[in-house]
């Protein structure tokens, strides 16, 4: 096997191990503790042990999972591997695209959003808290590993339906649990909401190659939920008019992104090309 399927396996892999390690502990064991939990508000060692288990290996498996391949087959150090997992090369660009996709889930937020009762400023407060523990927790796997990697494997729209789908189906057991952000809501709803925003983020990770604008408003979409119920907003299914105005405006901006982040890269290869060319030329005529 090919050492960059071997990775992709790998990762898989590993997201398969968590998911059903979360899967049979959360959902099997411990959703009695949980459900006691939201019933009484009574902390009890067994809920301490769902929320553990839920915050170090749930959330964070993407993260987990590109983070073992790294170490342990590319043989990247943990230096290199943050390093890498932060750097924006084109800062200004990255700041801009994320902006504005941002805004938009901003403005759709505003006009059409039912506050939950908290104070506004929850919004910022949660969105940087979860820009570590949410953004570059999934989009550490999602968009810093899988995608480009079936980018090498199938074209970009496919590319980005593949890793939608897998995302999709790694969110099914919040269906499942009573206790869980998204029980009770329409699962394709979400479905198609998922799979408009893995078109956005591949796109915008396409433009920047940054991983860190992703885990940006990936936090940033989900920090919403702080102050306005989040799953009305953007799980309804079939959805009413502003719902799939702001799901095309999205989807067609993510499109067309794509297509100009396509462009670039072709004609900054050519470029490079050209470049490497002229200077064997150059050398070539000095000997």
């Known amino acids: 096997m090919k050492r960059e399927n071997a990775n992709l396996w790998r990762y898989l892999g590993w997201i398969a191990v968590f998911w059903g390690f979360t899967f049979v502990t959360l959902n099997l ?42 170490v342990c087959w590319e043989k990247i150090g943990l ?56 953004g570059l927790a999934e989009e550490a796997g999602w968009r810093g590993f899988l995608q480009p990697e079936m980018e090498k494997r199938m074209k970009f729209p496919f590319s980005v339906l593949t890793v939608a789908a897998i995302w999709d189906i790694w969110h099914i057991d919040q269906w499942l649990d009573p206790t869980a952000n998204h029980y009770g809501d329409s699962f394709l709803g979400f479905s198609v909401q998922i799979f408009i925003w893995a078109f956005a983020l591949a796109a915008l990770y396409k433009a920047t190659g940054s991983v860190m604008a992703c885990a940006i408003y990936h936090a940033f979409v989900n920090a919403i939920g702080a102050i306005y119920d989040w799953n009305a907003l953007f799980d309804p299914f079939p959805g009413d008019v502003s719902t799939n105005i702001y799901r095309a405006i999205v989807l067609i901006g993510s499109i067309a992104l794509w297509i100009h982040a396509a462009k670039t890269n072709t004609e900054e290869c050519q470029h490079g090309r050209k470049e490497s060319t002229n200077r064997r030329l150059s050398i070539g005529g000095r000997r």
């Open 79 to 134: 230096k290199a591997f943050f390093t890498r997992l932060v750097h924006t090369e084109r800062k200004g660009k990255a700041a801009l695209l994320t902006g504005g996709f941002c805004l938009a889930a901003l403005i759709f937020a505003l006009l059409r959003g039912k506050p939950n009762g908290p104070p506004w400023y929850l919004l910022p407060l949660g969105w940087l808290v979860m820009i570590p523990f949410v």
């Open 29 to 70: 064991w411990l959703k009695p503790y949980s459900i006691a939990y939201a019933q009484t508000g009574t902390i009890t060692p067994g809920y301490l042990a769902y929320a553990l288990i839920g915050m170090v290996f749930s959330t964070p498996a993407p993260f987990l999972s590109v983070l073992i391949v790294a």
